[in-house]
């Protein structure tokens, strides 16, 4: 019996060409259902959203089926955000829609990759921020070599400072507002 108050999010990745889990996806997918198992969490939270025409199911379902074959854990305990397509909208619907509905969750364990633990603390503290969110433990994979460089290429943390710069922290109608306006991923 699961009697933890506590969930783990599996940061998506990517796929690769043959659409099958990239390296980092299948290492942050297992470090997440070991956290899953080791701390008796009641959820596994997947995400990731339809990104390329070749698929016919979001990445967050994909990452949930391969968790249910290889890992043992049920559907009924994963929790698949396939509204997500990138970071920000990892944290802002996970907290939008899995707390709106399990709001005993006390704890949120956060699996990424190394070279993007930086990025997610900064986006998961400033919306996770309000003092009755859930306490955020982070963990990291170490990921893909070649994916450091690119990270350190990466704007788009700056364009989140940007973008959030007027929003109080942990505000979602607020920081929603300035996703749906200014996210290149999430503009109407």
Known sequence: MRSNNSAVICLSHQLDIKNNLSFDSMERLKKACDIFHKNKCKYLITTGWKYKSSLDKPLSKIMSEFAQENYEISLNQIYEESN????????????????????DIKILNVVTSNWHLDRAKEIFDFIFSET???????????????????????RSIK?????????????????YSKMLKYHTMYKD
Do not use: W
Not at 166 to 171: A, I, P
């Open 159 to 175: 364009e989140f400072r940007e973008m959030t710069k007027s929003c109080k922290r942990g505000n979602l109608d607020e920081i």
């Open 84 to 103: 997500a397509k990138d970071t920000v909208g990892e944290a802002f619907f996970v907290k939008k829609n899995f707390f709106q509905h399990f709001n």
């Open 132 to 154: 009755n969110d859930p306490k955020i433990i982070f963990y990291s994979i170490d990921g893909d070599n070649h994916l450091h460089e690119k990270e350190m290429q990466n």
